[in-house]
Nanobody, 120 residues
Framework: QVQLVESGGGLVQAGGSLRLSCAAS????????MGWYPQAPGKQRELVAA???????NYADSVKGRFTISRDNAKNTVYPQMNSLKPEDTAVYYC??????????????WGKGTLVTVSS
């Protein structure tokens, strides 16, 4: 059973930092690009950062210069480092990726999310 689990969320003051993680586990053959999608209350999820299996990264303008995403392929884990946090960054953060399992099946997976709250 393949799973994605996010962690690292919490309460932080504006200007502070948090390091999230998203770990994939199970019978994994390969993992595609991984993306992070914050969902603020009453809003849709939006992609703000992504990293490919080859470590190429992309960021939304809203987080560019503040968020950095890295990847440890040996641990099947992605780490978004969030700096200079703003109250508007408050959201549940979800990771998403396509995973091919050891049977050869490829599926899209979402984690259950981790809550980030930024106080002013």
């Amino acid at each position: 059973q393949v799973q994605l689990v996010e962690s690292g969320g919490g309460l932080v003051q504006a200007g502070g930092s948090l390091r999230l993680s998203c770990a994939a586990s199970g019978s994994i053959f390969s993992i595609n690009a991984m993306g992070w999608y914050p969902q603020a209350p009453g809003k849709q999820r939006e992609l703000v950062a992504a990293i490919t299996s080859g470590d190429s990264t992309n960021y939304a303008d809203s987080v560019k210069g503040r968020f950095t995403i890295s990847r440890d392929n040996a641990k099947n884990t992605v780490y978004p480092q969030m700096n200079s946090l703003k109250p508007e960054d408050t959201a549940v953060y979800y990771c998403n990726t396509d995973i091919r399992d050891s049977s050869g099946w490829r599926r899209n997976y979402w984690g259950k999310g981790t809550l980030v709250t930024v106080s002013s």
